[in-house]
């Protein structure tokens, strides 16, 4: 039996709907056995990084295969590494960086904080005219 993963247009995908951009392909024999789109390896899409024409959802220096163990494993932009099955084309792990998730929880933080000051602002404001 042959096995075979194509990555479309190796690091990138169009920027017309990042998100449905084909990011994998997994072949058994010539046959179509799971398809990945960029949308379901990358969690938060509009935050990977863009030119006019092109999006890199994946860092391509974490490409590697064990061919004993038929493991493909991939880290995307966001520092969320997979662990493919090549004969299924199935996610056998997931791993996120703790550096991502402590980059979302600070944009969050900061969200929350800009937002605050933004009313406290605001309520001074209205109560000046008071």
Known sequence: MGYFVTIPIQNIAWDS???????????KNGVITRVYTVGDLVR????????????????RDSIEFDAETNRLTLTTSE??????DITTGEIIS???STRNILFI???GVAIVAGV???????????????
Request: hydrophobic share 50%; glycine share 6%.
């Open 105 to 107: 929880f600070a944009v």
């Open 94 to 96: 997931r791993r996120h």
């Open 79 to 84: 520092r969320i590494t997979y662990v493919f």
């Open 17 to 27: 709907g990042v998100s449905g951009a084909t990011a994998l392909v997994f072949y």
């Open 116 to 130: 605050s000051l933004l009313g406290r602002r605001i309520y001074k404001k209205q109560r000046r005219k008071i």
């Open 44 to 59: 938060i899409p509009f935050l990977v990084e863009r030119s006019i024409s092109m999006a890199w959802w994946l860092n």
